[in-house]
């Protein structure tokens, strides 16, 4: 499936999942959820400056005023926990940044 555009998906087998960049995948709520792959090619955010992909777990995205699906989450994860997701991310699916983010450099950004 080649997500082209922002949608909603509910619990269920999906295949393989490609993000062209710029899409949102908003989960319908609790269940199980399977891909077979997911490929997020394309994403400014994940495949640019660390600190820019920093902000944005720690405080979310608002647009026109309104919160999107992507919410913060700095009052839910630690540091370490946070880190972890980032480097995760940067380096997993088609994104091979081959950045590592600290826990160090979460705190800092957290002030």
């Known amino acids: 499936m080649d997500i082209?555009?922002?949608?909603t998906i509910k619990p269920g087998?999906?295949?393989?999942i490609t993000?062209?960049?710029?899409?949102?995948?908003t989960f319908a709520g609790p269940g199980i959820y399977?891909?077979?792959?997911?490929k997020n090619s394309g994403s400014k955010i994940v495949n640019g400056p660390k600190e820019a992909q920093?902000?944005?777990v720690l405080n979310g995205v608002v647009k026109d005023g309104k919160p999107t699906a992507m919410v913060a989450w700095s009052?839910?994860?630690?540091?370490v926990d946070i880190a972890a997701v980032i480097t995760y991310t940067?380096?997993?699916?088609?994104?091979?940044?081959g950045d590592m983010v600290t826990p160090a450099e979460i705190?800092?950004?957290?002030?």
Do not use: H, P
Request: charged share 25%; net charge positive.
């Open 54 to 56: 920093i902000a944005v």
């Open 90 to 97: 940067r380096n997993n699916w088609s994104n091979k940044t």
């Open 13 to 16: 087998s999906y295949g393989n």
């Open 34 to 38: 399977v891909f077979k792959s997911i």
């Open 75 to 79: 009052k839910q994860l630690s540091d």
């Open 19 to 25: 993000l062209s960049g710029g899409e949102t995948l």
């Open 4 to 7: 082209k555009t922002t949608m």
């Open 107 to 111: 705190k800092a950004a957290r002030k």
